[in-house]
Structure formats: structure tokens, C-alpha cells
């Protein structure tokens, strides 16, 4: 592993001597770019998109491109591309991942390969973590496009199921007076975001929407273009830590709740170590023969058990609502796998300690932790369409990634996405100081002891950041500071909006903020807090208000550098980590937040032995060393050995979620490749396949198998009847066609006969109901038959997925009885579609239904004959012309 690192510096070392080449050039054409005016710049744009039409490629404007955006930008936001964010930019561009530390500016970074990706008007995406930051950073940037000619939009998230899905443009011409935060967002709709230069929004959005374009059942309906190019921010926290849950469309389904609450009544009275053991390692439960005697016991009281066993498969699903509620009692801890909320149960993702509302664990878990939880159980629901991120953004045509810490996860970027990670210097060296790690005996001294090195740093005025791993420890540090009566902020990420704002103070004098995990927050801490934004001359139509504002503001931009300056003499912003994290990816995060842009700064992790990551991983070497070493309950000790040990012990943590994840791609693998044929398929429908050939052909082939099923030569007897009788589930069939006439016929005679029934049957319904209406038929009965069969398909994987797994007991690798039985379930998928349409296209007929009465004013019947003139008042009465109004 640490070899495998170590070739990554060298190879990253020449990779950034290849680009500085290309780093000379951009800087060459600055003075150039300089001298052109608004319109000249602007001007570049159609330039460069007429040469690549005449055969140039992206590599080769890429210089010039660069330049122009740099030049924009600094026009535009007053920001000038540092050297290193250009090559950053070109990492980005060369679909790499660019880790760049946090505060290094990673948003401007991206405008360069955004701006000349999106030159050949395939669309590119920007996939933020959240919604604030979907917003702020197409919002941030928009004025750099703006000057270049292009136009960026925001995807906002749906606030209701019955809200038309929302988006912004970024147009300067536009002014809501509402809007005192982003007053030049326009609001759009969903397709016009996708059909901008360049789309931000989160993972969640561009993921749904996605799904939801292949539910549609018109293609006017489809709001994405063929995925282009992404670049994903903080993409370690979304492609490694979102990328454990699968996105998932669901509807309900009918089914008794009643069982989880049996369960969640009874499982509480089993007795740990006696009925039940804990794999700590796997976090996994088992019952013991004990456990499994008093289960049986109870349940047979019950009326339950269908067989004398739990063993036995006739009390197959009871053992799956036993599983989950013994999962939910002993291994699923409330404030910190999730919280009760509103009597709802919400997932808190273990990496960042956010909220993952809307998210829910499948195959039943969660509804076994509302049992519990006592609060309402939500229904079972059936997945209407799913896909993993992983298989999201290996859609794009082209991928790339930033985000600060990327290089521990180098392996995983690599062999699922096939992502190479390239580190990029930082602008200004590293100063921050990193203090090896203190480590407690136990918890509560270690609490004690970082609450008093607070309060140390603290009276001398150094603003300190803590990270905690969990809500619950969050809190538990903030009472030990409210009893010192230090003041301080917690951010458990329920906000992100505001929590941004709070973050955004933490580095003036005295800010103490305790924060559960920083990963994927994407706010820099300043020192001495935020500077002060001149206020804009425009947002005040009053004079007296405009000149109190600017004096206000003058005040506060004198004082802001000393505030400034004393932070720095003060060393700077001091993290502190209350426990090691599960990857050192999280860690870096933390420690990250200090020490930006040259900056003076330090860090310390406290450590006790209880902790999660010590007692699962490492615990026995530690704990030997710390016996040898002979200290004592008070005394921390600080030792290079035991911090070695520890991040062993990270390493394999790493590794094991590493294998979590890849054991749900491998998975997901299977279905992704079901998936890529009916979504394909459902495209070629939309799009206007010609479907006559392939149903005729669907038909031939069922007849032929009908045929061979029964008189074919092989069998003893040839069963006429009972052809007849299917042949009628299809068509209905003329008298000659009957057990006697088929009788005299050879197998081959009575396909060949049967087909040229079925054909000509076919263009006599095409000919009674017109071609048109056939086409659309044919269309509806296909899709109808493509996306039940499918939704069905989903959840007859899923149940794959339990009963596989039951084979890791025989010693049989459950992903290879998955693959296998997989593949036979969806050659049975294809082959039920191909009997659904060949057994409803004979019966299906038009019928319009009356139009349901309009709310909107109906349009004006044109008098057959007549044409209305666009321009020409609209017959309906309104005055309006008729292309603006019913002719639209
Ligand atoms: P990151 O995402 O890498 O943590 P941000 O994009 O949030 O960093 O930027 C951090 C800060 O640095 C912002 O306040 C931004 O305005 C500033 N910044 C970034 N690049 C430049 C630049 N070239 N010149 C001046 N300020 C910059
Ligand atoms: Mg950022």
C-alpha cells in the first residue's frame, strides 16, 4: 500500500512537469487577452466554437480558452486564476481528479475546463454536495460566463411532489426584488437548466433526474441531454461516501406491518453473548442456538411459525424480519446511525454526520428501526427505478473530480471509475503544525482534557475548530464548555445555509465551533472572519440608508486587517479532532481547514482507547504497547509507534469499506447491464423505432415456440387442441384453422401457416384503425409492457440478492449464484416482454376519452378550412395575436 503511494508522488511529479509547458503558453497570451475589450473577449467564444467545427480540438484551444476565461474572470469577479489553478484546470480537463487543498479555490478552478468544455454545446454538469452550494457557486461564477456568452443554470431541489421541478439562469438582465440573495437567478424550467452551457446541482438532482427521464413516456417529457462531461466537487464525499446508498424511485406497496412490531417487542428480550453474538469487525449479529430456541418458542406462542424450524425455508420472510430486528436493537444506535425526527427515522451519514433526508435503508432494516422507535411504520415500498452513483457518473462521456483529499482513496478512484489522481501544490507552502497524536486511556479523560486545552486557547483569544464524530459526542462536548461557560457554536449539519454563515465567522478571535465532520462543506474559514462586502450603491434607493451602509462598511474593512493580524500573531486557526475518524480521508478534511493559503495554523488529534476505530481495528497492539510502556489512567501518552498503530488500523478500516463498496458495485454491476438494455430499448421506442418489424418478428417467434411446444417431431403425440386454445389467448382464429386442418399438416407446414394468419391479421387491423394509430399503439403496448415488467424485474433481483446470500453458508460466493441466476431472470424478463406484447397488440383498441374539463382557457376551435395567420387575431376572442396565444 505504502509502495503503491509512493509510486503515486513520482508519477505525479512528472505529470505535473508535463503541463507546465502548457502553463508558459497560457501566461504568454495574458497581455494579448488583456488588451481586448468586453465585446473582443466576448468575440472569443464564437471564435473558438467556429474552429472546432473546422476540425480543431479541445486540447488545441485549450490555451487560449484558458487565457480568455482567466481574463474574464478577472474582469468579472476581480479573481486572476492562479498558475496552479490553472493546471488544476487542465486536470480537470484531461478527466483526472485534481486534489486541491480546501481554501485553494477549487470553484474557480472549475470555470476554466467548464467553460472550454462546454465550447462544442454538449453541456457540461458541476455536481456540488448540496443544494446551498448548487446555487452559491453557479450564482458566484455566473458573471464569468456572463462575459464570456454563456449561460449556467442551477438545479434546485423539488419542495413538494406536485411542484413543476425547478431551476435558475444566471441573467444579469433579470432583477427579482424579492430575492436579496441571488436576485439575478431567473427561474427556469428543468429543461432549459439542462439545455445551458453548464448545469450546477447536486448528485441527488442530476441522479433523480436521470431516473426519472427513463419513467417518461414521451420524449418531450426527458429534461437531461446524453451525459456529456461532470466535474464532480468534493468528490471524494460523493462518489466514496454518498455512493454506499443507491438512488432509488419508489412507490408503495401493500403489505402488513403489523410483524415488525412483533419483532421489535420480542428481540429486546434476548440476552447478548447468551442469545445473540456481535461481529463487531462486520457489524453483524448472529443468533445462538439459544436465541434461536427462544425465538422459536415465542413465535409457535404466537402463531406464527409456519414450521417446527426457523431453519426451515416455509419461515423464510419470518427470519428476514428477525434479521433486521435484531440488527435495529443491538448494532443500530439512535443520534448515531440515525434520529428520531418529527416521528420519523433519518439516516445520519456515518462520514459526515449530515442528515440524509428522504433516504431510507432498504430491504426492510428501516422499518424494523421505526418499530423500535415506536414511531409509524412507513409502508414496504416496491423500487419503481434505481441506479447507483457509481454507475450514474460512469454515464458521462467524460468524468473528472476535485475536492482536498483524494490521494488515500487513489486505489478506489482508480479501479471503479477508472479516475487517476493527480496532486496539485498548493498556491502559498503549508505552514500549519501538526501535533502528533495524545492518547487517553479512556474516553471521559480524553473529553476532559481536550475541554480544558479549549479553554486554554480559548483565554488567549485563538479561534479553535472541533470535529467530533457523531451529534451525541457534539453535545457532550458542548456541555463541558457551557459548565466552563465558553461560548461556542455547534453545527451538526442540519443547515447548510446557515452553518455556512457560522463557518464562515469561525477564525475571528475567541470563535470556538464544534462541528460533526467537515467533509463536504465547502466553506473556507478566513481568519479573522469574513471580510466585509461593500455594500452596492443600487441596493439603496435611499440616500441616508446608503451613506450609514457605506460608513458601516468603511468602519468595519479599517478594522477587518487588524482582526486579521491578530489571529495570525495568535498562530492562526487550531484544530482539534476528539477521536480518529474511520478514514484518514476524514481526518485530512478536518485538519485541512486550518493552515489555507499559507496561512499559520496547527492541529491535534486526541485519542482513547475506547474509541470506535481503536477498539475494532487495532485495539490488542495498542493496548500491548500502552501496557508495556506501563502508564497511567491520567497521563496521555504521545508516541509515534501507537499513532502508527492507530492508522494501521484506519488502513484497514479503509480497506473493509472499500470491499463494502465495491461488494454493491459488483452488484449493481449485474443489474446496471439489465438496466443499459430496457433503458436503450425504451429510447429506441420514444425516439420512433420502427416497432412494426421488431412486434411481427415478436410474434413469429411465439408462434414458432408455440408450435414446437406442441406437435413438434420429437413428442409422441401432437396436442392440437391445446394449441388452438393458446393460439386464442393471441388472436382469435378463423373456422378453417381447427384441430382437424392442422392434423393433415406437417410442424414446419402449420408455422409457416399460422405466421402468414398472423401477418395478414395485422395489416387488416393496421388498415381498419389507420397506420398512425397503429404506430402509437404498437408504442404503448410496448413501453407498457417494457416498464412493468421491469419494476417487477427490480424487485425480483432484490429478493436474488437476500437468497444469495444465504449460499455464503454453503461456502458458494453469493455474487456468483447472483450473476448466474440473475441472467437467467433476465432472459425470462425478455422473454415476458415478448409475450406480453405479442399477447396484448391483437387486442388492444383505441378509445379517446372525453377531454376532462380544462381549467385553462380551451383552444379556439379553427373552422375547418380556414387558416389563421400567426399574426392575426386569435380566434378564440382573447385580442391577443394568435401566436401568442392559442397558436403557440
Ligand atoms: P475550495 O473550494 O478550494 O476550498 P473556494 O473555491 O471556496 O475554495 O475558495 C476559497 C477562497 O479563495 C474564496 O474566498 C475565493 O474567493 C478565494 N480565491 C480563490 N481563487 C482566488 C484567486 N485566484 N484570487 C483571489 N481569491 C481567490
Ligand atoms: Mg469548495
Redesign the pocket.
Same mark, same amino acid.
Do not use: C, N, S, Y
Given at each position: 500500500m505504502l509502495k503503491w503511494l509512493g509510486s503515486l508522488t513520482d508519477s505525479n511529479e512528472k505529470e505535473l512537469k508535463r503541463l507546465q509547458p502548457i502553463i508558459d503558453e497560457i501566461n504568454s497570451l495574458e497581455p494579448e487577452f488583456q488588451k481586448l475589450s468586453d465585446a473582443e473577449l466576448r468575440a472569443k467564444t464564437d471564435e473558438f466554437k467556429a474552429r472546432l467545427k473546422n476540425g480543431e480540438t479541445l486540447d488545441d484551444i485549450l490555451p487560449e480558452a484558458f487565457a480568455a476565461c482567466r481574463e474574464a474572470s478577472r474582469r468579472a469577479i476581480g479573481?486572476?486564476?492562479?498558475d496552479v489553478?490553472l493546471m488544476g484546470g487542465i486536470v480537470l480537463h484531461q478527466g483526472k481528479i485534481a486534489e486541491?487543498k480546501? !481554501?485553494? !479555490?477549487?470553484?474557480?478552478v472549475a470555470t476554466l475546463p467548464l467553460y472550454l468544455n462546454a465550447l462544442t454545446g454538449e453541456g457540461c454538469h458541476l455536481v456540488t454536495v448540496n443544494d446551498y452550494l448548487a446555487r452559491r457557486d453557479a450564482y458566484w461564477m455566473g458573471p464569468i460566463y456572463h462575459a464570456l456568452g454563456l449561460t449556467v443554470a442551477s438545479i434546485y431541489p423539488q419542495q413538494n411532489p406536485d411542484e413543476h421541478l425547478p431551476a435558475r439562469l444566471y441573467d444579469p438582465d433579470y432583477t427579482d426584488e424579492k430575492d436579496t440573495r441571488w436576485p439575478h437567478f431567473r427561474p427556469i424550467s428543468r429543461q432549459q437548466a439542462y439545455r445551458a452551457d453548464i448545469t450546477y446541482g447536486t448528485n441527488n438532482e442530476f441522479g433523480f433526474d436521470f431516473l426519472r427521464d427513463n419513467m417518461a413516456i414521451d420524449l418531450s417529457q426527458y429534461v437531461q441531454r446524453p451525459l456529456n462531461y461532470a466535474i464532480v466537487d468534493e468528490v471524494d464525499n460523493i462518489l466514496i461516501d454518498e455512493a454506499r446508498t443507491p438512488l432509488i424511485i419508489s412507490g408503495s406497496a401493500e403489505e402488513a406491518t403489523d410483524k415488525y412490531n412483533v419483532f421489535a417487542r420480542l428481540v429486546p428480550q434476548l440476552k447478548k453473548d447468551e442469545d445473540y453474538s456481535i461481529e463487531e469487525k462486520e457489524r453483524q449479529t448472529y443468533l445462538t442456538e439459544s436465541g434461536m430456541t427462544k425465538m422459536e418458542k415465542w413465535l409457535r406462542r404466537d402463531g406464527l411459525l409456519k414450521a417446527p424450524s426457523l431453519y426451515d425455508p416455509a419461515n423464510y420472510t419470518l427470519t428476514q424480519y428477525l434479521e433486521n430486528a435484531l440488527k435495529a436493537n443491538v448494532l443500530f444506535k439512535r443520534d448515531r446511525d440515525y434520529v428520531v425526527k418529527d416521528g420519523q427515522v433519518i439516516i445520519v451519514d456515518e462520514f459526515t454526520g449530515r442528515l440524509m433526508l428522504g433516504r431510507r435503508y432498504s430491504e426492510g432494516l428501516h422499518q424494523a428501526i421505526e418499530a423500535k422507535e415506536r414511531v409509524k411504520i412507513q409502508r414496504e415500498s416496491v423500487t419503481l427505478a434505481t441506479i447507483t452513483f457509481q454507475n450514474y457518473f460512469r454515464l458521462y462521456k467524460k468524468l473528472a473530480g476535485m475536492t !482536498?483529499t483524494a490521494a488515500t482513496e487513489a486505489e478506489e478512484f482508480h479501479k471503479i471509475y477508472k479516475l487517476e489522481v493527480v496532486i496539485i501544490p498548493t498556491n502559498k507552502p503549508m505552514v500549519r503544525i501538526d501535533n502528533p497524536d495524545q492518547i487517553y486511556k479512556d474516553e471521559e479523560t480524553k473529553f476532559k482534557a481536550v475541554a480544558k486545552e479549549i479553554e486554554a486557547f480559548h483565554q488567549q483569544g485563538k479561534p479553535i475548530l472541533v470535529g467530533t464524530v457523531s451529534i451525541e459526542k457534539s453535545e457532550l462536548l458542548s456541555d463541558q464548555l457551557k459548565r466552563k461557560g465558553i461560548p461556542h457554536q455547534v453545527l451538526n449539519a442540519k443547515n447548510h445555509e446557515k452553518e455556512a454563515a457560522i463557518i464562515a465567522q469561525a477564525g475571528r478571535t475567541g470563535a470556538v465551533t464544534v462541528a460533526t465532520n467537515m467533509a463536504g462543506r !465547502?466553506?473556507?474559514i478566513i481568519l479573522g472572519g469574513k471580510r466585509p462586502e461593500e455594500p452596492k450603491r443600487e441596493d439603496f434607493p435611499d440616500e441616508q440608508e446608503w451613506q450609514k451602509e457605506h460608513q458601516k462598511w468603511q468602519k468595519e474593512s479599517r478594522e477587518w486587517p487588524e482582526e486579521h493580524n491578530k489571529v495570525i500573531e495568535l498562530g492562526g486557526l487550531h484544530v482539534i479532532g476528539t477521536e480518529r475518524h474511520e478514514a484518514r480521508r476524514i481526518d485530512n478534511q478536518l485538519r485541512g481547514r486550518s493552515g489555507r493559503q499559507g496561512d499559520p495554523g496547527s492541529s491535534r488529534f486526541y485519542v482513547s482507547l475506547e474509541d470506535d476505530v481503536v477498539r475494532r481495528f487495532g485495539g490488542d497492539r495498542v493496548k500491548g504497547f500502552m501496557d508495556w510502556a506501563g502508564f497511567d489512567e491520567n497521563t496521555p501518552i504521545e508516541h509515534s509507534m501507537v499513532s502508527k498503530a492507530i492508522e494501521n488500523a484506519q488502513v484497514k478500516v479503509e480497506g473493509y469499506h472499500f470491499d463494502v463498496r465495491k461488494h454493491l458495485v459488483d452488484y449493481d454491476d449485474v443489474v446496471n447491464k439489465h438496466r443499459e438494455v430496457i433503458y436503450d430499448e425504451r429510447r429506441k421506442i420514444l425516439e420512433g423505432a420502427d416497432l412494426k418489424a421488431n412486434i411481427l418478428s415478436m410474434v413469429r417467434e411465439e408462434i414458432e415456440k408455440l408450435v414446437a411446444a406442441r406437435c413438434s417431431r420429437d413428442l409422441m403425440e401432437s396436442d392440437y387442441t391445446g394449441l388452438i386454445e393458446e393460439l386464442a389467448t393471441i388472436f382469435s382464429l378463423p373456422p378453417q384453422i381447427n384441430p382437424a386442418t392442422l392434423s393433415q399438416m406437417k410442424p414446419d407446414q402449420i408455422t409457416e401457416k399460422l405466421i402468414e394468419y398472423a401477418e395478414q391479421l395485422y395489416e387488416q387491423r393496421e388498415k381498419d384503425v389507420g397506420s398512425e394509430n397503429m404506430r402509437l399503439m404498437e408504442r404503448l403496448v410496448m413501453l407498457r409492457a417494457l416498464d412493468s415488467l421491469w419494476k417487477d424485474h427490480l424487485t425480483e433481483m432484490d429478493h436474488l440478492r437476500q437468497q444469495a446470500s444465504l449460499y455464503a453458508m454453503r461456502q458458494i460466493e453469493p455474487i456468483v449464484v447472483y450473476k448466474k441466476e440473475g441472467h437467467a431472470l433476465f432472459e425470462s424478463l425478455t422473454a415476458g416482454i415478448q409475450h406480453n406484447v405479442v399477447h396484448t397488440i391483437y387486442k388492444v383498441s383505441l378509445t379517446r376519452k372525453e377531454a376532462p374539463p380544462q381549467r385553462q382557457p380551451q383552444k379556439a376551435a379553427v373552422p375547418a378550412g380556414k387558416k389563421v395567420g400567426r399574426n392575426d387575431p386569435c380566434p378564440c376572442g382573447s385580442g391577443k395575436k394568435y401566436k401568442h396565444c392559442c397558436g403557440r
Open positions: 479573481e486572476r486564476h492562479f489553478q486541491m480546501t !481554501g485553494e !479555490g477549487k470553484t474557480l !482536498g !465547502g466553506v473556507d
